[in-house]
């Protein structure tokens, strides 16, 4: 019932600049979360940043400072911005939304995941 389709993925060099964006096929006023995870090979799938639609937001520690998340509620859209990108950035990135902050609850939705490959 909820679709997300992320884009801006890419091969960047280390230090570079990518912009990921996720459009939700739902209006946001019922999606009170909304952000980004991600899974490098051999690793488990981990939150980078959320936001609510009220503005609070939370990131993981290694990427403060450097990534930023921001909201678009009147266009259905989450955004994150990655600066000064490293290699270990390099990872499959999943817009992600929910009606719930809580981490356990069953209702949750799923870009198909957008490649980000940071190498020289």
């Known amino acids: 019932q909820v679709q997300l389709v992320e884009s801006g993925g890419g091969l960047v060099q280390p230090g570079g600049s990518l912009r990921l964006s996720c459009a939700a096929s739902?209006?946001?006023?019922?999606?009170?979360?909304m952000g980004w995870y991600r899974q490098a090979p051999g690793k488990q799938r981990e939150l980078v940043a959320i936001?609510?639609?009220?503005?609070?937001?939370n990131s993981a520690d290694s990427v403060k400072g450097r990534f930023t998340i921001s909201r678009d509620n009147a266009k259905n859209t989450v955004y994150l911005q990655m600066n000064s990108l490293k290699p270990e950035d390099t990872a499959v990135y999943y817009c992600?939304?929910?009606?719930?902050?809580?981490?356990?609850?069953?209702?949750?939705?799923w870009g198909q995941g957008t490649q980000v490959t940071v190498s020289s």
């Open positions: 992600y939304a929910s009606p719930s902050i809580a981490e356990d609850t069953p209702y949750k939705y």
């Open positions: 739902a209006s946001l006023r019922s999606i009170n979360v």
């Open positions: 936001a609510t639609r009220y503005g609070s937001t």
